[in-house]
């Protein structure tokens, strides 16, 4: 890293702490105004101030979410520290941490290896195809584990395919498909099931603190898994559309394949870790009517299982490097603060501030499509998506239930559409293939643009008719 660019970050992170710090200071000493306590005011304030270190990156993000929970209790916010740190004991934080089982579970097998060299091996010499599989496989993965998770594996197997056959850096249409096209994957799996992505998570924990729903496991799916089977095609057209991939020699694939891809029979280890990766999404399917087969419950138990002795699935240590706690620390803090809005009424300030903008005005439908679309710029613009869901979810419930729109609509839509930009590569499932230097930070919009307009009309669309005229909550 250059001098200038340590300098621009220092600025950065420095601003970021500066006006992180004024808007806990206006919430603290701004009187009560436009209905709103102080109280009220002072976790406006920490929200922002909070929004700010993590825009910033002054911070780690899971050291704000703990500095936040703490002003919450020394300022006065709240009125204990359990009530303060309230998010670190919910089912939801716990979830998150548990969930990583499913990543652990693909890591250390061989399980995704051989599902990837199945879909090369379909697609043989045809590199559009190629790059159709390995978007598939990338989606797949993303499902049932962290959407970084999926595109690191996937980026294990590409990255040497794109060196066996020659593709320079920067140059080769093939590498910036493979690369655009697993990154896209990624964020396109990661919508489909409730595990699928850590957004995907907290807005199920705000819409069960706001209201007391839980989605269910396969109501979820009822809304994400069409949207992705017709968001892989179209994202793959438009890649190769705008970057048509090079040929390579025949014969080339076969040889990756017979070399990286070469294995045996499955193993003890390979065994254990498919029959936990299907009873898990089975126990979380089975617990739409069974109530003791909760999520982070069944969560739980598969986190539980990868430690005992015998099954020989990971070490602690491995799993410390492998499991994101800052991301647990980052989900306490949110929760945290999304519980003192609501406790001093700044949420149903912010609902009513939404509320009387004149959407109410708009047929449902046309509603949805404007938030959407403001939804996708804001966080093209501004990549906080944890912090957009926490401050327009909680609105979009009021105006749920005022409307009579089923709950799980704008939950699912607002992570379906904040999770990733198809646009610039800010997400960090984008910043990992962008690393590569086989695309510029400018031809993602090239390709992607259209994929996002694609996003949107389908996801509002799908949603809209699967919760008003279906009938699915």
Not at 208 to 229: D, E, H, K, R, S
Request: proline residues 5%; charged residues 10%; contains cysteine.
């Amino acid at each position: 890293m250059t001098k200038s660019v340590r300098e621009a970050r220092s600025f950065k992170e420095t601003a970021g702490l500066v006006v992180g710090a004024g808007f806990v200071a206006a919430g603290f000493f701004l009187p009560p105004v436009m209905g709103l306590s102080h109280e009220a005011l002072l976790s406006l304030g920490i929200l922002m101030g909070a929004v700010c270190l993590w825009f910033c990156g002054s911070m780690a993000t899971g050291v704000v979410g703990v500095l936040a929970s703490l002003l919450l209790l020394v300022l006065g916010v709240v009125p204990s520290f359990d009530v303060a740190f309230s998010g670190y004991v919910s089912t939801t934080t716990w979830f998150v941490l548990a969930v990583f089982c499913m990543t652990a579970l693909m890591q250390r097998s061989t399980l995704g290896a051989r599902l990837t060299r199945r879909f090369i091996a379909w697609a043989g010499d045809d590199t559009r195809k190629l790059v159709l599989a390995i978007m598939t496989v990338t989606a797949l993965c993303s499902s049932v584990m962290t959407d970084t998770g999926a595109v690191a594996l996937s980026m294990s197997f590409a990255l040497p395919l794109l060196e066996t056959v020659g593709a320079r850096r920067g140059e080769s249409n093939l590498g910036r498909c493979l690369m655009l096209g697993i990154s896209f994957g990624a964020l396109i799996g990661g919508f489909t099931t409730p595990i699928g992505h850590s957004l995907n998570v907290l807005a199920m924990g705000i819409l069960q603190t706001q209201t007391g729903y839980v989605v269910p496991f396969l109501t979820w799916m009822a809304y994400g898994v069409p949207i992705a089977c017709v968001m892989v095609p179209a994202a793959w057209w438009g890649l190769v559309r705008a970057f048509p991939p090079e040929p390579i020699a025949p014969g080339e694939v076969e040889g990756i394949l017979d070399g990286q891809f070469r294995f045996g029979t499955l193993d003890r280890r390979d065994w254990t870790c498919l029959v936990m990766l299907v009873a898990l999404p089975v126990l979380w399917i089975l617990g739409n009517w069974v109530d003791a087969l909760a999520p982070t419950t069944v969560a739980l138990v598969g986190f539980v299982l990868l430690f005992v002795p015998g099954l020989d699935i990971i070490s602690w240590r491995d799993f410390e490097a492998l499991a994101s706690w800052n991301l647990f620390l980052f989900f306490g803090g949110v929760l945290s603060i999304g519980a003192a809005l609501t406790s001093t009424g700044a949420a149903a300030w912010i609902a009513e501030a939404f509320l009387g903008s004149g959407i109410l005005a708009l047929p449902v439908f046309a509603s949805l499509a404007v938030v959407a679309v403001a939804l996708v710029l804001l966080s093209t613009v501004f990549p906080i998506a944890p912090s957009w869901v926490v401050i327009f979810l909680p609105p979009l419930l009021t105006y749920a239930q005022l409307t009579g729109l089923p709950l799980t609509v704008p939950t699912f839509l607002s992570v379906c559409l904040m999770a990733g930009s198809y646009l610039v590569p800010l997400a960090p499932a984008l910043n990992m293939t962008l690393d590569t230097g086989y695309y510029r930070f400018g031809e993602e919009a090239r390709s992607g643009w259209l994929t996002q307009v694609i996003l949107i009309a389908v996801a509002v669309g799908w949603s809209f008719a699967l919760g008003m005229a279906f009938g699915v909550a």
